[in-house]
């Protein structure tokens, strides 16, 4: 059993910074893949960010140079770093990440999901 424990949510006014957070916990052998998605009202889920176990980013095009994905092994945690926001950032945030348990299973694992409302 694997979960994900996502935080940082919240109200931020336009041009405003939030920091994401989202922690595995469980039977965790290794953490491939880790990233964030995002779900606005009456839309499709779709990707922001992801990352490799080796750290290599990738991003949606709309986020470029506003948002930053990390991680930290030890902590088996992935952030969202988001600056520059606009109007349409708003959404709930769904982390995910690609988990190796100790009994050998290959899950994909999401978090509950963290709103971010960006509002003046």
């Known amino acids: 059993q694997v979960q994900l424990v996502e935080s940082g949510g919240g109200l931020v006014q336009p041009g405003g910074s939030l920091r994401l957070s989202c922690a595995a916990s469980?039977?965790?052998?290794?953490?491939?893949?880790m990233g964030w998605y995002r779900q606005a009202p009456g839309k499709e889920r779709e990707l922001v960010a992801t990352?490799?176990?080796?750290?290599?980013?990738t991003y949606a095009d709309s986020m470029k140079g506003r948002f930053t994905i990390s991680r930290d092994n030890a902590k088996s945690t992935v952030y969202l770093q988001m600056n520059s926001l606009k109007p349409e950032d708003a959404a709930v945030y769904y982390c995910?990440?690609?988990?190796?348990?100790?009994?050998?299973?290959?899950?994909?694992?999401w978090g509950q999901g963290t709103l971010v409302t960006v509002s003046s």
């Open positions: 469980g039977s965790i052998l290794s953490i491939n893949a």
């Open positions: 995910n990440m690609k988990v190796v348990s100790f009994a050998s299973r290959f899950l994909v694992v």
């Open positions: 990352i490799t176990s080796a750290g290599t980013p």
